[in-house]
Each structure stands twice: as C-alpha cells, then as structure tokens.
C-alpha cells in the first residue's frame, strides 16, 4: 500500500519514494556514495505530444541516476543520441553529464522503471510496482508507436494494452507488432554496451529500426 509521501503526481513518483524498497536503499546508498549525482527518480525526456515514444528498461546508475536524463552518461546513451541526432528525431549537441543544448524532436523517452536498479537487474515485483507511472505516462502521451528496447520494454507495452499470453507476440529485433486503437510497437534489441560490445546489436542495426519507428509515427 502506498502513501501520498511516495507519489509526486500520478505520472511520477517522489524524489523519496518508498514503494520499492530495494531501490530505495540503493538510493539512500548512493547519496551517501554519490552525493552530487541526481539519485532520485528520473523523469521521462520529450514532449509528451510526440507521436515516438523510445522505452527503456531503467536509469544507469552512472548515466541517467547521475545527470537526471534518461540514457545521458551511459553507453546506451553513447549510440542512442547520436542516432537520434543523425535520424533529425534531435537536434543540438548531446554531452554526457547533459549540461548540453539537446532536445527531441517527435519522440520521447520513457523507461519503465523510474529508479536505478543494483547491477541494471530489476526484479518482477519493482517493475509491476513502477507500471502505474509507466502507464500512466503514455496514456497521457500522443505516442501512437512505441519503440520496445529490449525485452522487459517489449512486455511493458504489452500489458500497457493488456495484450497477453507473451507468446503470440514473441520478441524478435526489428520485428513490428500491431496494438489496440491503431497503434504500434517495433521492438529492438536495447542499445547498451552490453549488446554493442558483443556484435548482438550493431550500429547500422540500430538506425535501421530506429528510422523505421520513425517513419511508422510520421505516417
């Protein structure tokens, strides 16, 4: 049961949310550790009437629990944004520690969970825990495809439309997926180092999904 003291709006928790309490003592920790870093929940980044909305998993406890930007400081950041840079989906100039003169065009970068995790591994009852905000979010978006990166993503827009079993709409790379109401989903592999580092996802890969949820939202 939550409190009024762990919820900002309906879109977004407080800076001391205690709904999950293994994110909460990772946040407490850090603060102590980390002092001038943002630790607190990170807001979702773009306007909310853009018709792309980018999902991701979490912030990087050295990337966005840090700047305070979703994928600003980590190595998802380090090919997300210069793709979106490249693809006119940005403009300005992208710097790791976010003191820059970015800002999206026609997308939005929500993550499902609001809170870093330890070791980027959420667990099943923190992401049901944080859905009510993911939710939340992108009802009162314009977003009418929505790119999954990775599989957690994948499932989150899923339940969003309470689309189930898992299996008819199985997670495949540059795959598209039809949703209720005339929307879309196109799932990528997530662009973290992880994935870049091992060839799982390439560059090229990358902009080719990215530019085709580009084109699906402007149509």
Not at 87 to 103: F, I, M, P, T, V
Not at 132 to 143: I, T, V, Y
Not at 189 to 200: F, L, M, W
Request: positive net charge.
């Amino acid at each position: 049961m939550h409190t009024s003291d762990d919820i900002h709006d309906e879109l977004h928790p407080s800076d001391d949310c205690t709904l999950c309490p293994r994110l909460k003592d990772f946040r407490i920790a850090n603060r102590k550790k980390y002092p001038t870093w943002h630790n607190k929940p990170v807001a979702p980044f773009g306007a909310k009437r853009a018709p792309l909305a980018i999902v991701g998993l979490a912030p990087g406890l050295g990337g966005a629990n840090r700047t305070g930007r979703p994928f600003t400081g980590d190595g998802a950041g380090e090919l997300l944004f210069p793709t979106l840079l490249n693809l006119k989906l940005a403009r300005g100039e992208y710097q790791r520690d976010g003191k820059d003169s970015l800002a999206l065009q026609g997308c939005r970068i929500v993550n499902v969970l609001r809170c870093v995790p330890p070791q980027n591994i959420a667990t099943r009852e923190e992401i049901t825990c944080c859905r009510r905000f993911f939710q939340a979010d992108l009802k009162a978006s314009s977003a009418r495809v929505f790119l999954a990166l990775g599989m957690v993503a994948h499932r989150a827009i899923l339940d969003l439309f309470e689309l189930r079993p898992y299996r008819r709409f199985p997670f495949r790379h540059g795959e598209t997926y039809p949703l209720a109401r005339g929307k879309t989903m196109v799932a990528s592999y997530h662009c973290s180092r992880r994935n870049t580092s091992s060839g799982k996802l390439t560059q090229q890969m990358f902009v080719e999904v990215l530019a085709r949820a580009k084109t699906l939202a402007q149509k």
